[in-house]
């Protein structure tokens, strides 16, 4: 049998070098590790920016779906306040008409019928008119042209009123034209 020649300090570099592999492994499955685990870290981080974008989106299109809503709400309301503005002098004319001593009963009756008419389209649109008679003026629903001394109202009261004034739910259509007593 052959000895070793190997000094000492030889063959503790043998072995060292024998377990060089062994930590190489160790050494690479750390760095494995670290590798995963800042992938793990990227993919976290791309999740959350991913899911905030998410969630800003999602309150971006409630907003736009709710101010789009207010805005059909406000245009319809809009265009029927128009629309009943419009008609106003025609409700007028007919009360006119009404007051004025008829002839003919049937056409009266008639007349009296078709405004029946447009005033129950009136409450279908929940248009309402001012009841300004009596009442303490009010510059935002009633419009003075006059004042007038001498009345039995009081003062700062409306006495007469001139032609009425008409609310679609709270929003003003026209003003009542009024005379304020003094």
């Given at each position: 049998m052959g000895k070793n020649k190997n000094t000492p300090k030889e063959t503790e570099e043998i072995l060292?070098?024998?377990n060089i592999p062994e930590?190489?492994?160790?050494?690479?499955?750390?760095?494995?590790?670290?590798?995963?685990?800042?992938?793990?870290?990227?993919l976290e981080d791309a999740?959350?920016?991913?899911n905030?974008?998410?969630?800003?989106?999602?309150?971006?299109?409630?907003?736009?779906?709710k101010r789009t809503a207010k805005e059909k709400s406000e245009t319809y309301?809009?265009?029927s306040a128009k629309c009943i503005e419009e008609l106003l002098?025609?409700?007028?004319?007919?009360?006119?008409?009404?007051?004025v001593e008829c002839a003919d009963e049937n056409f009266r009756n008639g007349m009296s019928m078709i405004f029946g008419q447009l005033k129950t389209f009136l409450e279908k649109m929940n248009v309402t008119a001012i009841d300004a008679l009596g009442a303490e003026?009010?510059?935002?629903?009633?419009?003075a042209i006059s004042q007038q001394d001498g009345t039995d109202y009081a003062s700062n009261h409306v006495c007469t009123v001139f032609q009425k004034g008409y609310k679609i739910g709270d929003k003003l259509i026209r003003p009542a034209m009024v005379a304020v007593a003094v």
């Open positions: 060292n070098e024998e930590t190489s492994e160790e050494d690479d499955e750390v760095a494995e590790y670290n590798d995963t685990a800042t992938e793990i870290a990227n999740l959350n920016e991913a905030n974008k998410y969630i800003r989106l999602f309150a971006e299109y409630d907003n736009y779906r309301s809009n265009a002098p025609v409700i007028d004319s007919f009360e006119r008409s009404l007051d003026f009010n510059p935002n629903i009633h419009n």
